[in-house]
């Protein structure tokens, strides 16, 4: 399996921007997909964004779309994922997870998928 450390959460304030990074070691990181995920307090964890092993398919939640941007540079091993315009129903753990697509390329949506997880990263927007 594939080692994840993400980074980047903190306290911001409605209509800020956080960058948080995902870094990864352990096996190649560019046969796995990468995804975002987030779970607030006492709600189920759910996806927010993925991108393919190249990077040339991404995927986004309804919520984040337009305001999230997912990236990966497999140079670097590491992830990222880029929101803007936060607001307060954003505030969450934030997960990355590394999941392996087989042959195909192609963007996981569903937690099952993912084989491997960081330990998360606090993001709170403030009003």
């Known amino acids: 399996q594939v080692q994840l450390v993400e980074s980047g959460g903190g306290l911001v304030q409605a209509g800020g921007s956080l960058r948080l990074s995902c870094a990864t070691s352990?096996?190649?990181?560019?046969?796995?997909?990468m995804g975002w995920f987030r779970q607030a307090p006492g709600k189920e964890r759910e996806f927010v964004a993925g991108?393919?092993?190249?990077?040339?398919?991404?995927s986004y939640a309804d919520s984040v779309k337009g305001r999230f941007t997912i990236s990966r540079e497999n140079a670097k091993n590491t992830a990222y994922l880029q929101m803007n315009s936060l607001k307060t129903e954003d505030t969450a753990v934030y997960y990355c997870?590394?999941?392996?697509?087989?042959?195909?390329?192609?963007?996981?949506?569903?937690?099952?998928?993912?084989?491997?997880w960081g330990q998360g990263t606090q993001v709170t927007v403030s009003s």
């Open positions: 997870a590394a999941g392996r697509t087989g042959g195909g390329e192609y963007v996981p949506r569903l937690i099952r998928e993912y084989e491997s």
């Open positions: 352990g096996r190649t990181f560019s046969h796995y997909a």
């Open positions: 991108i393919s092993r190249s990077g040339n398919f991404i």
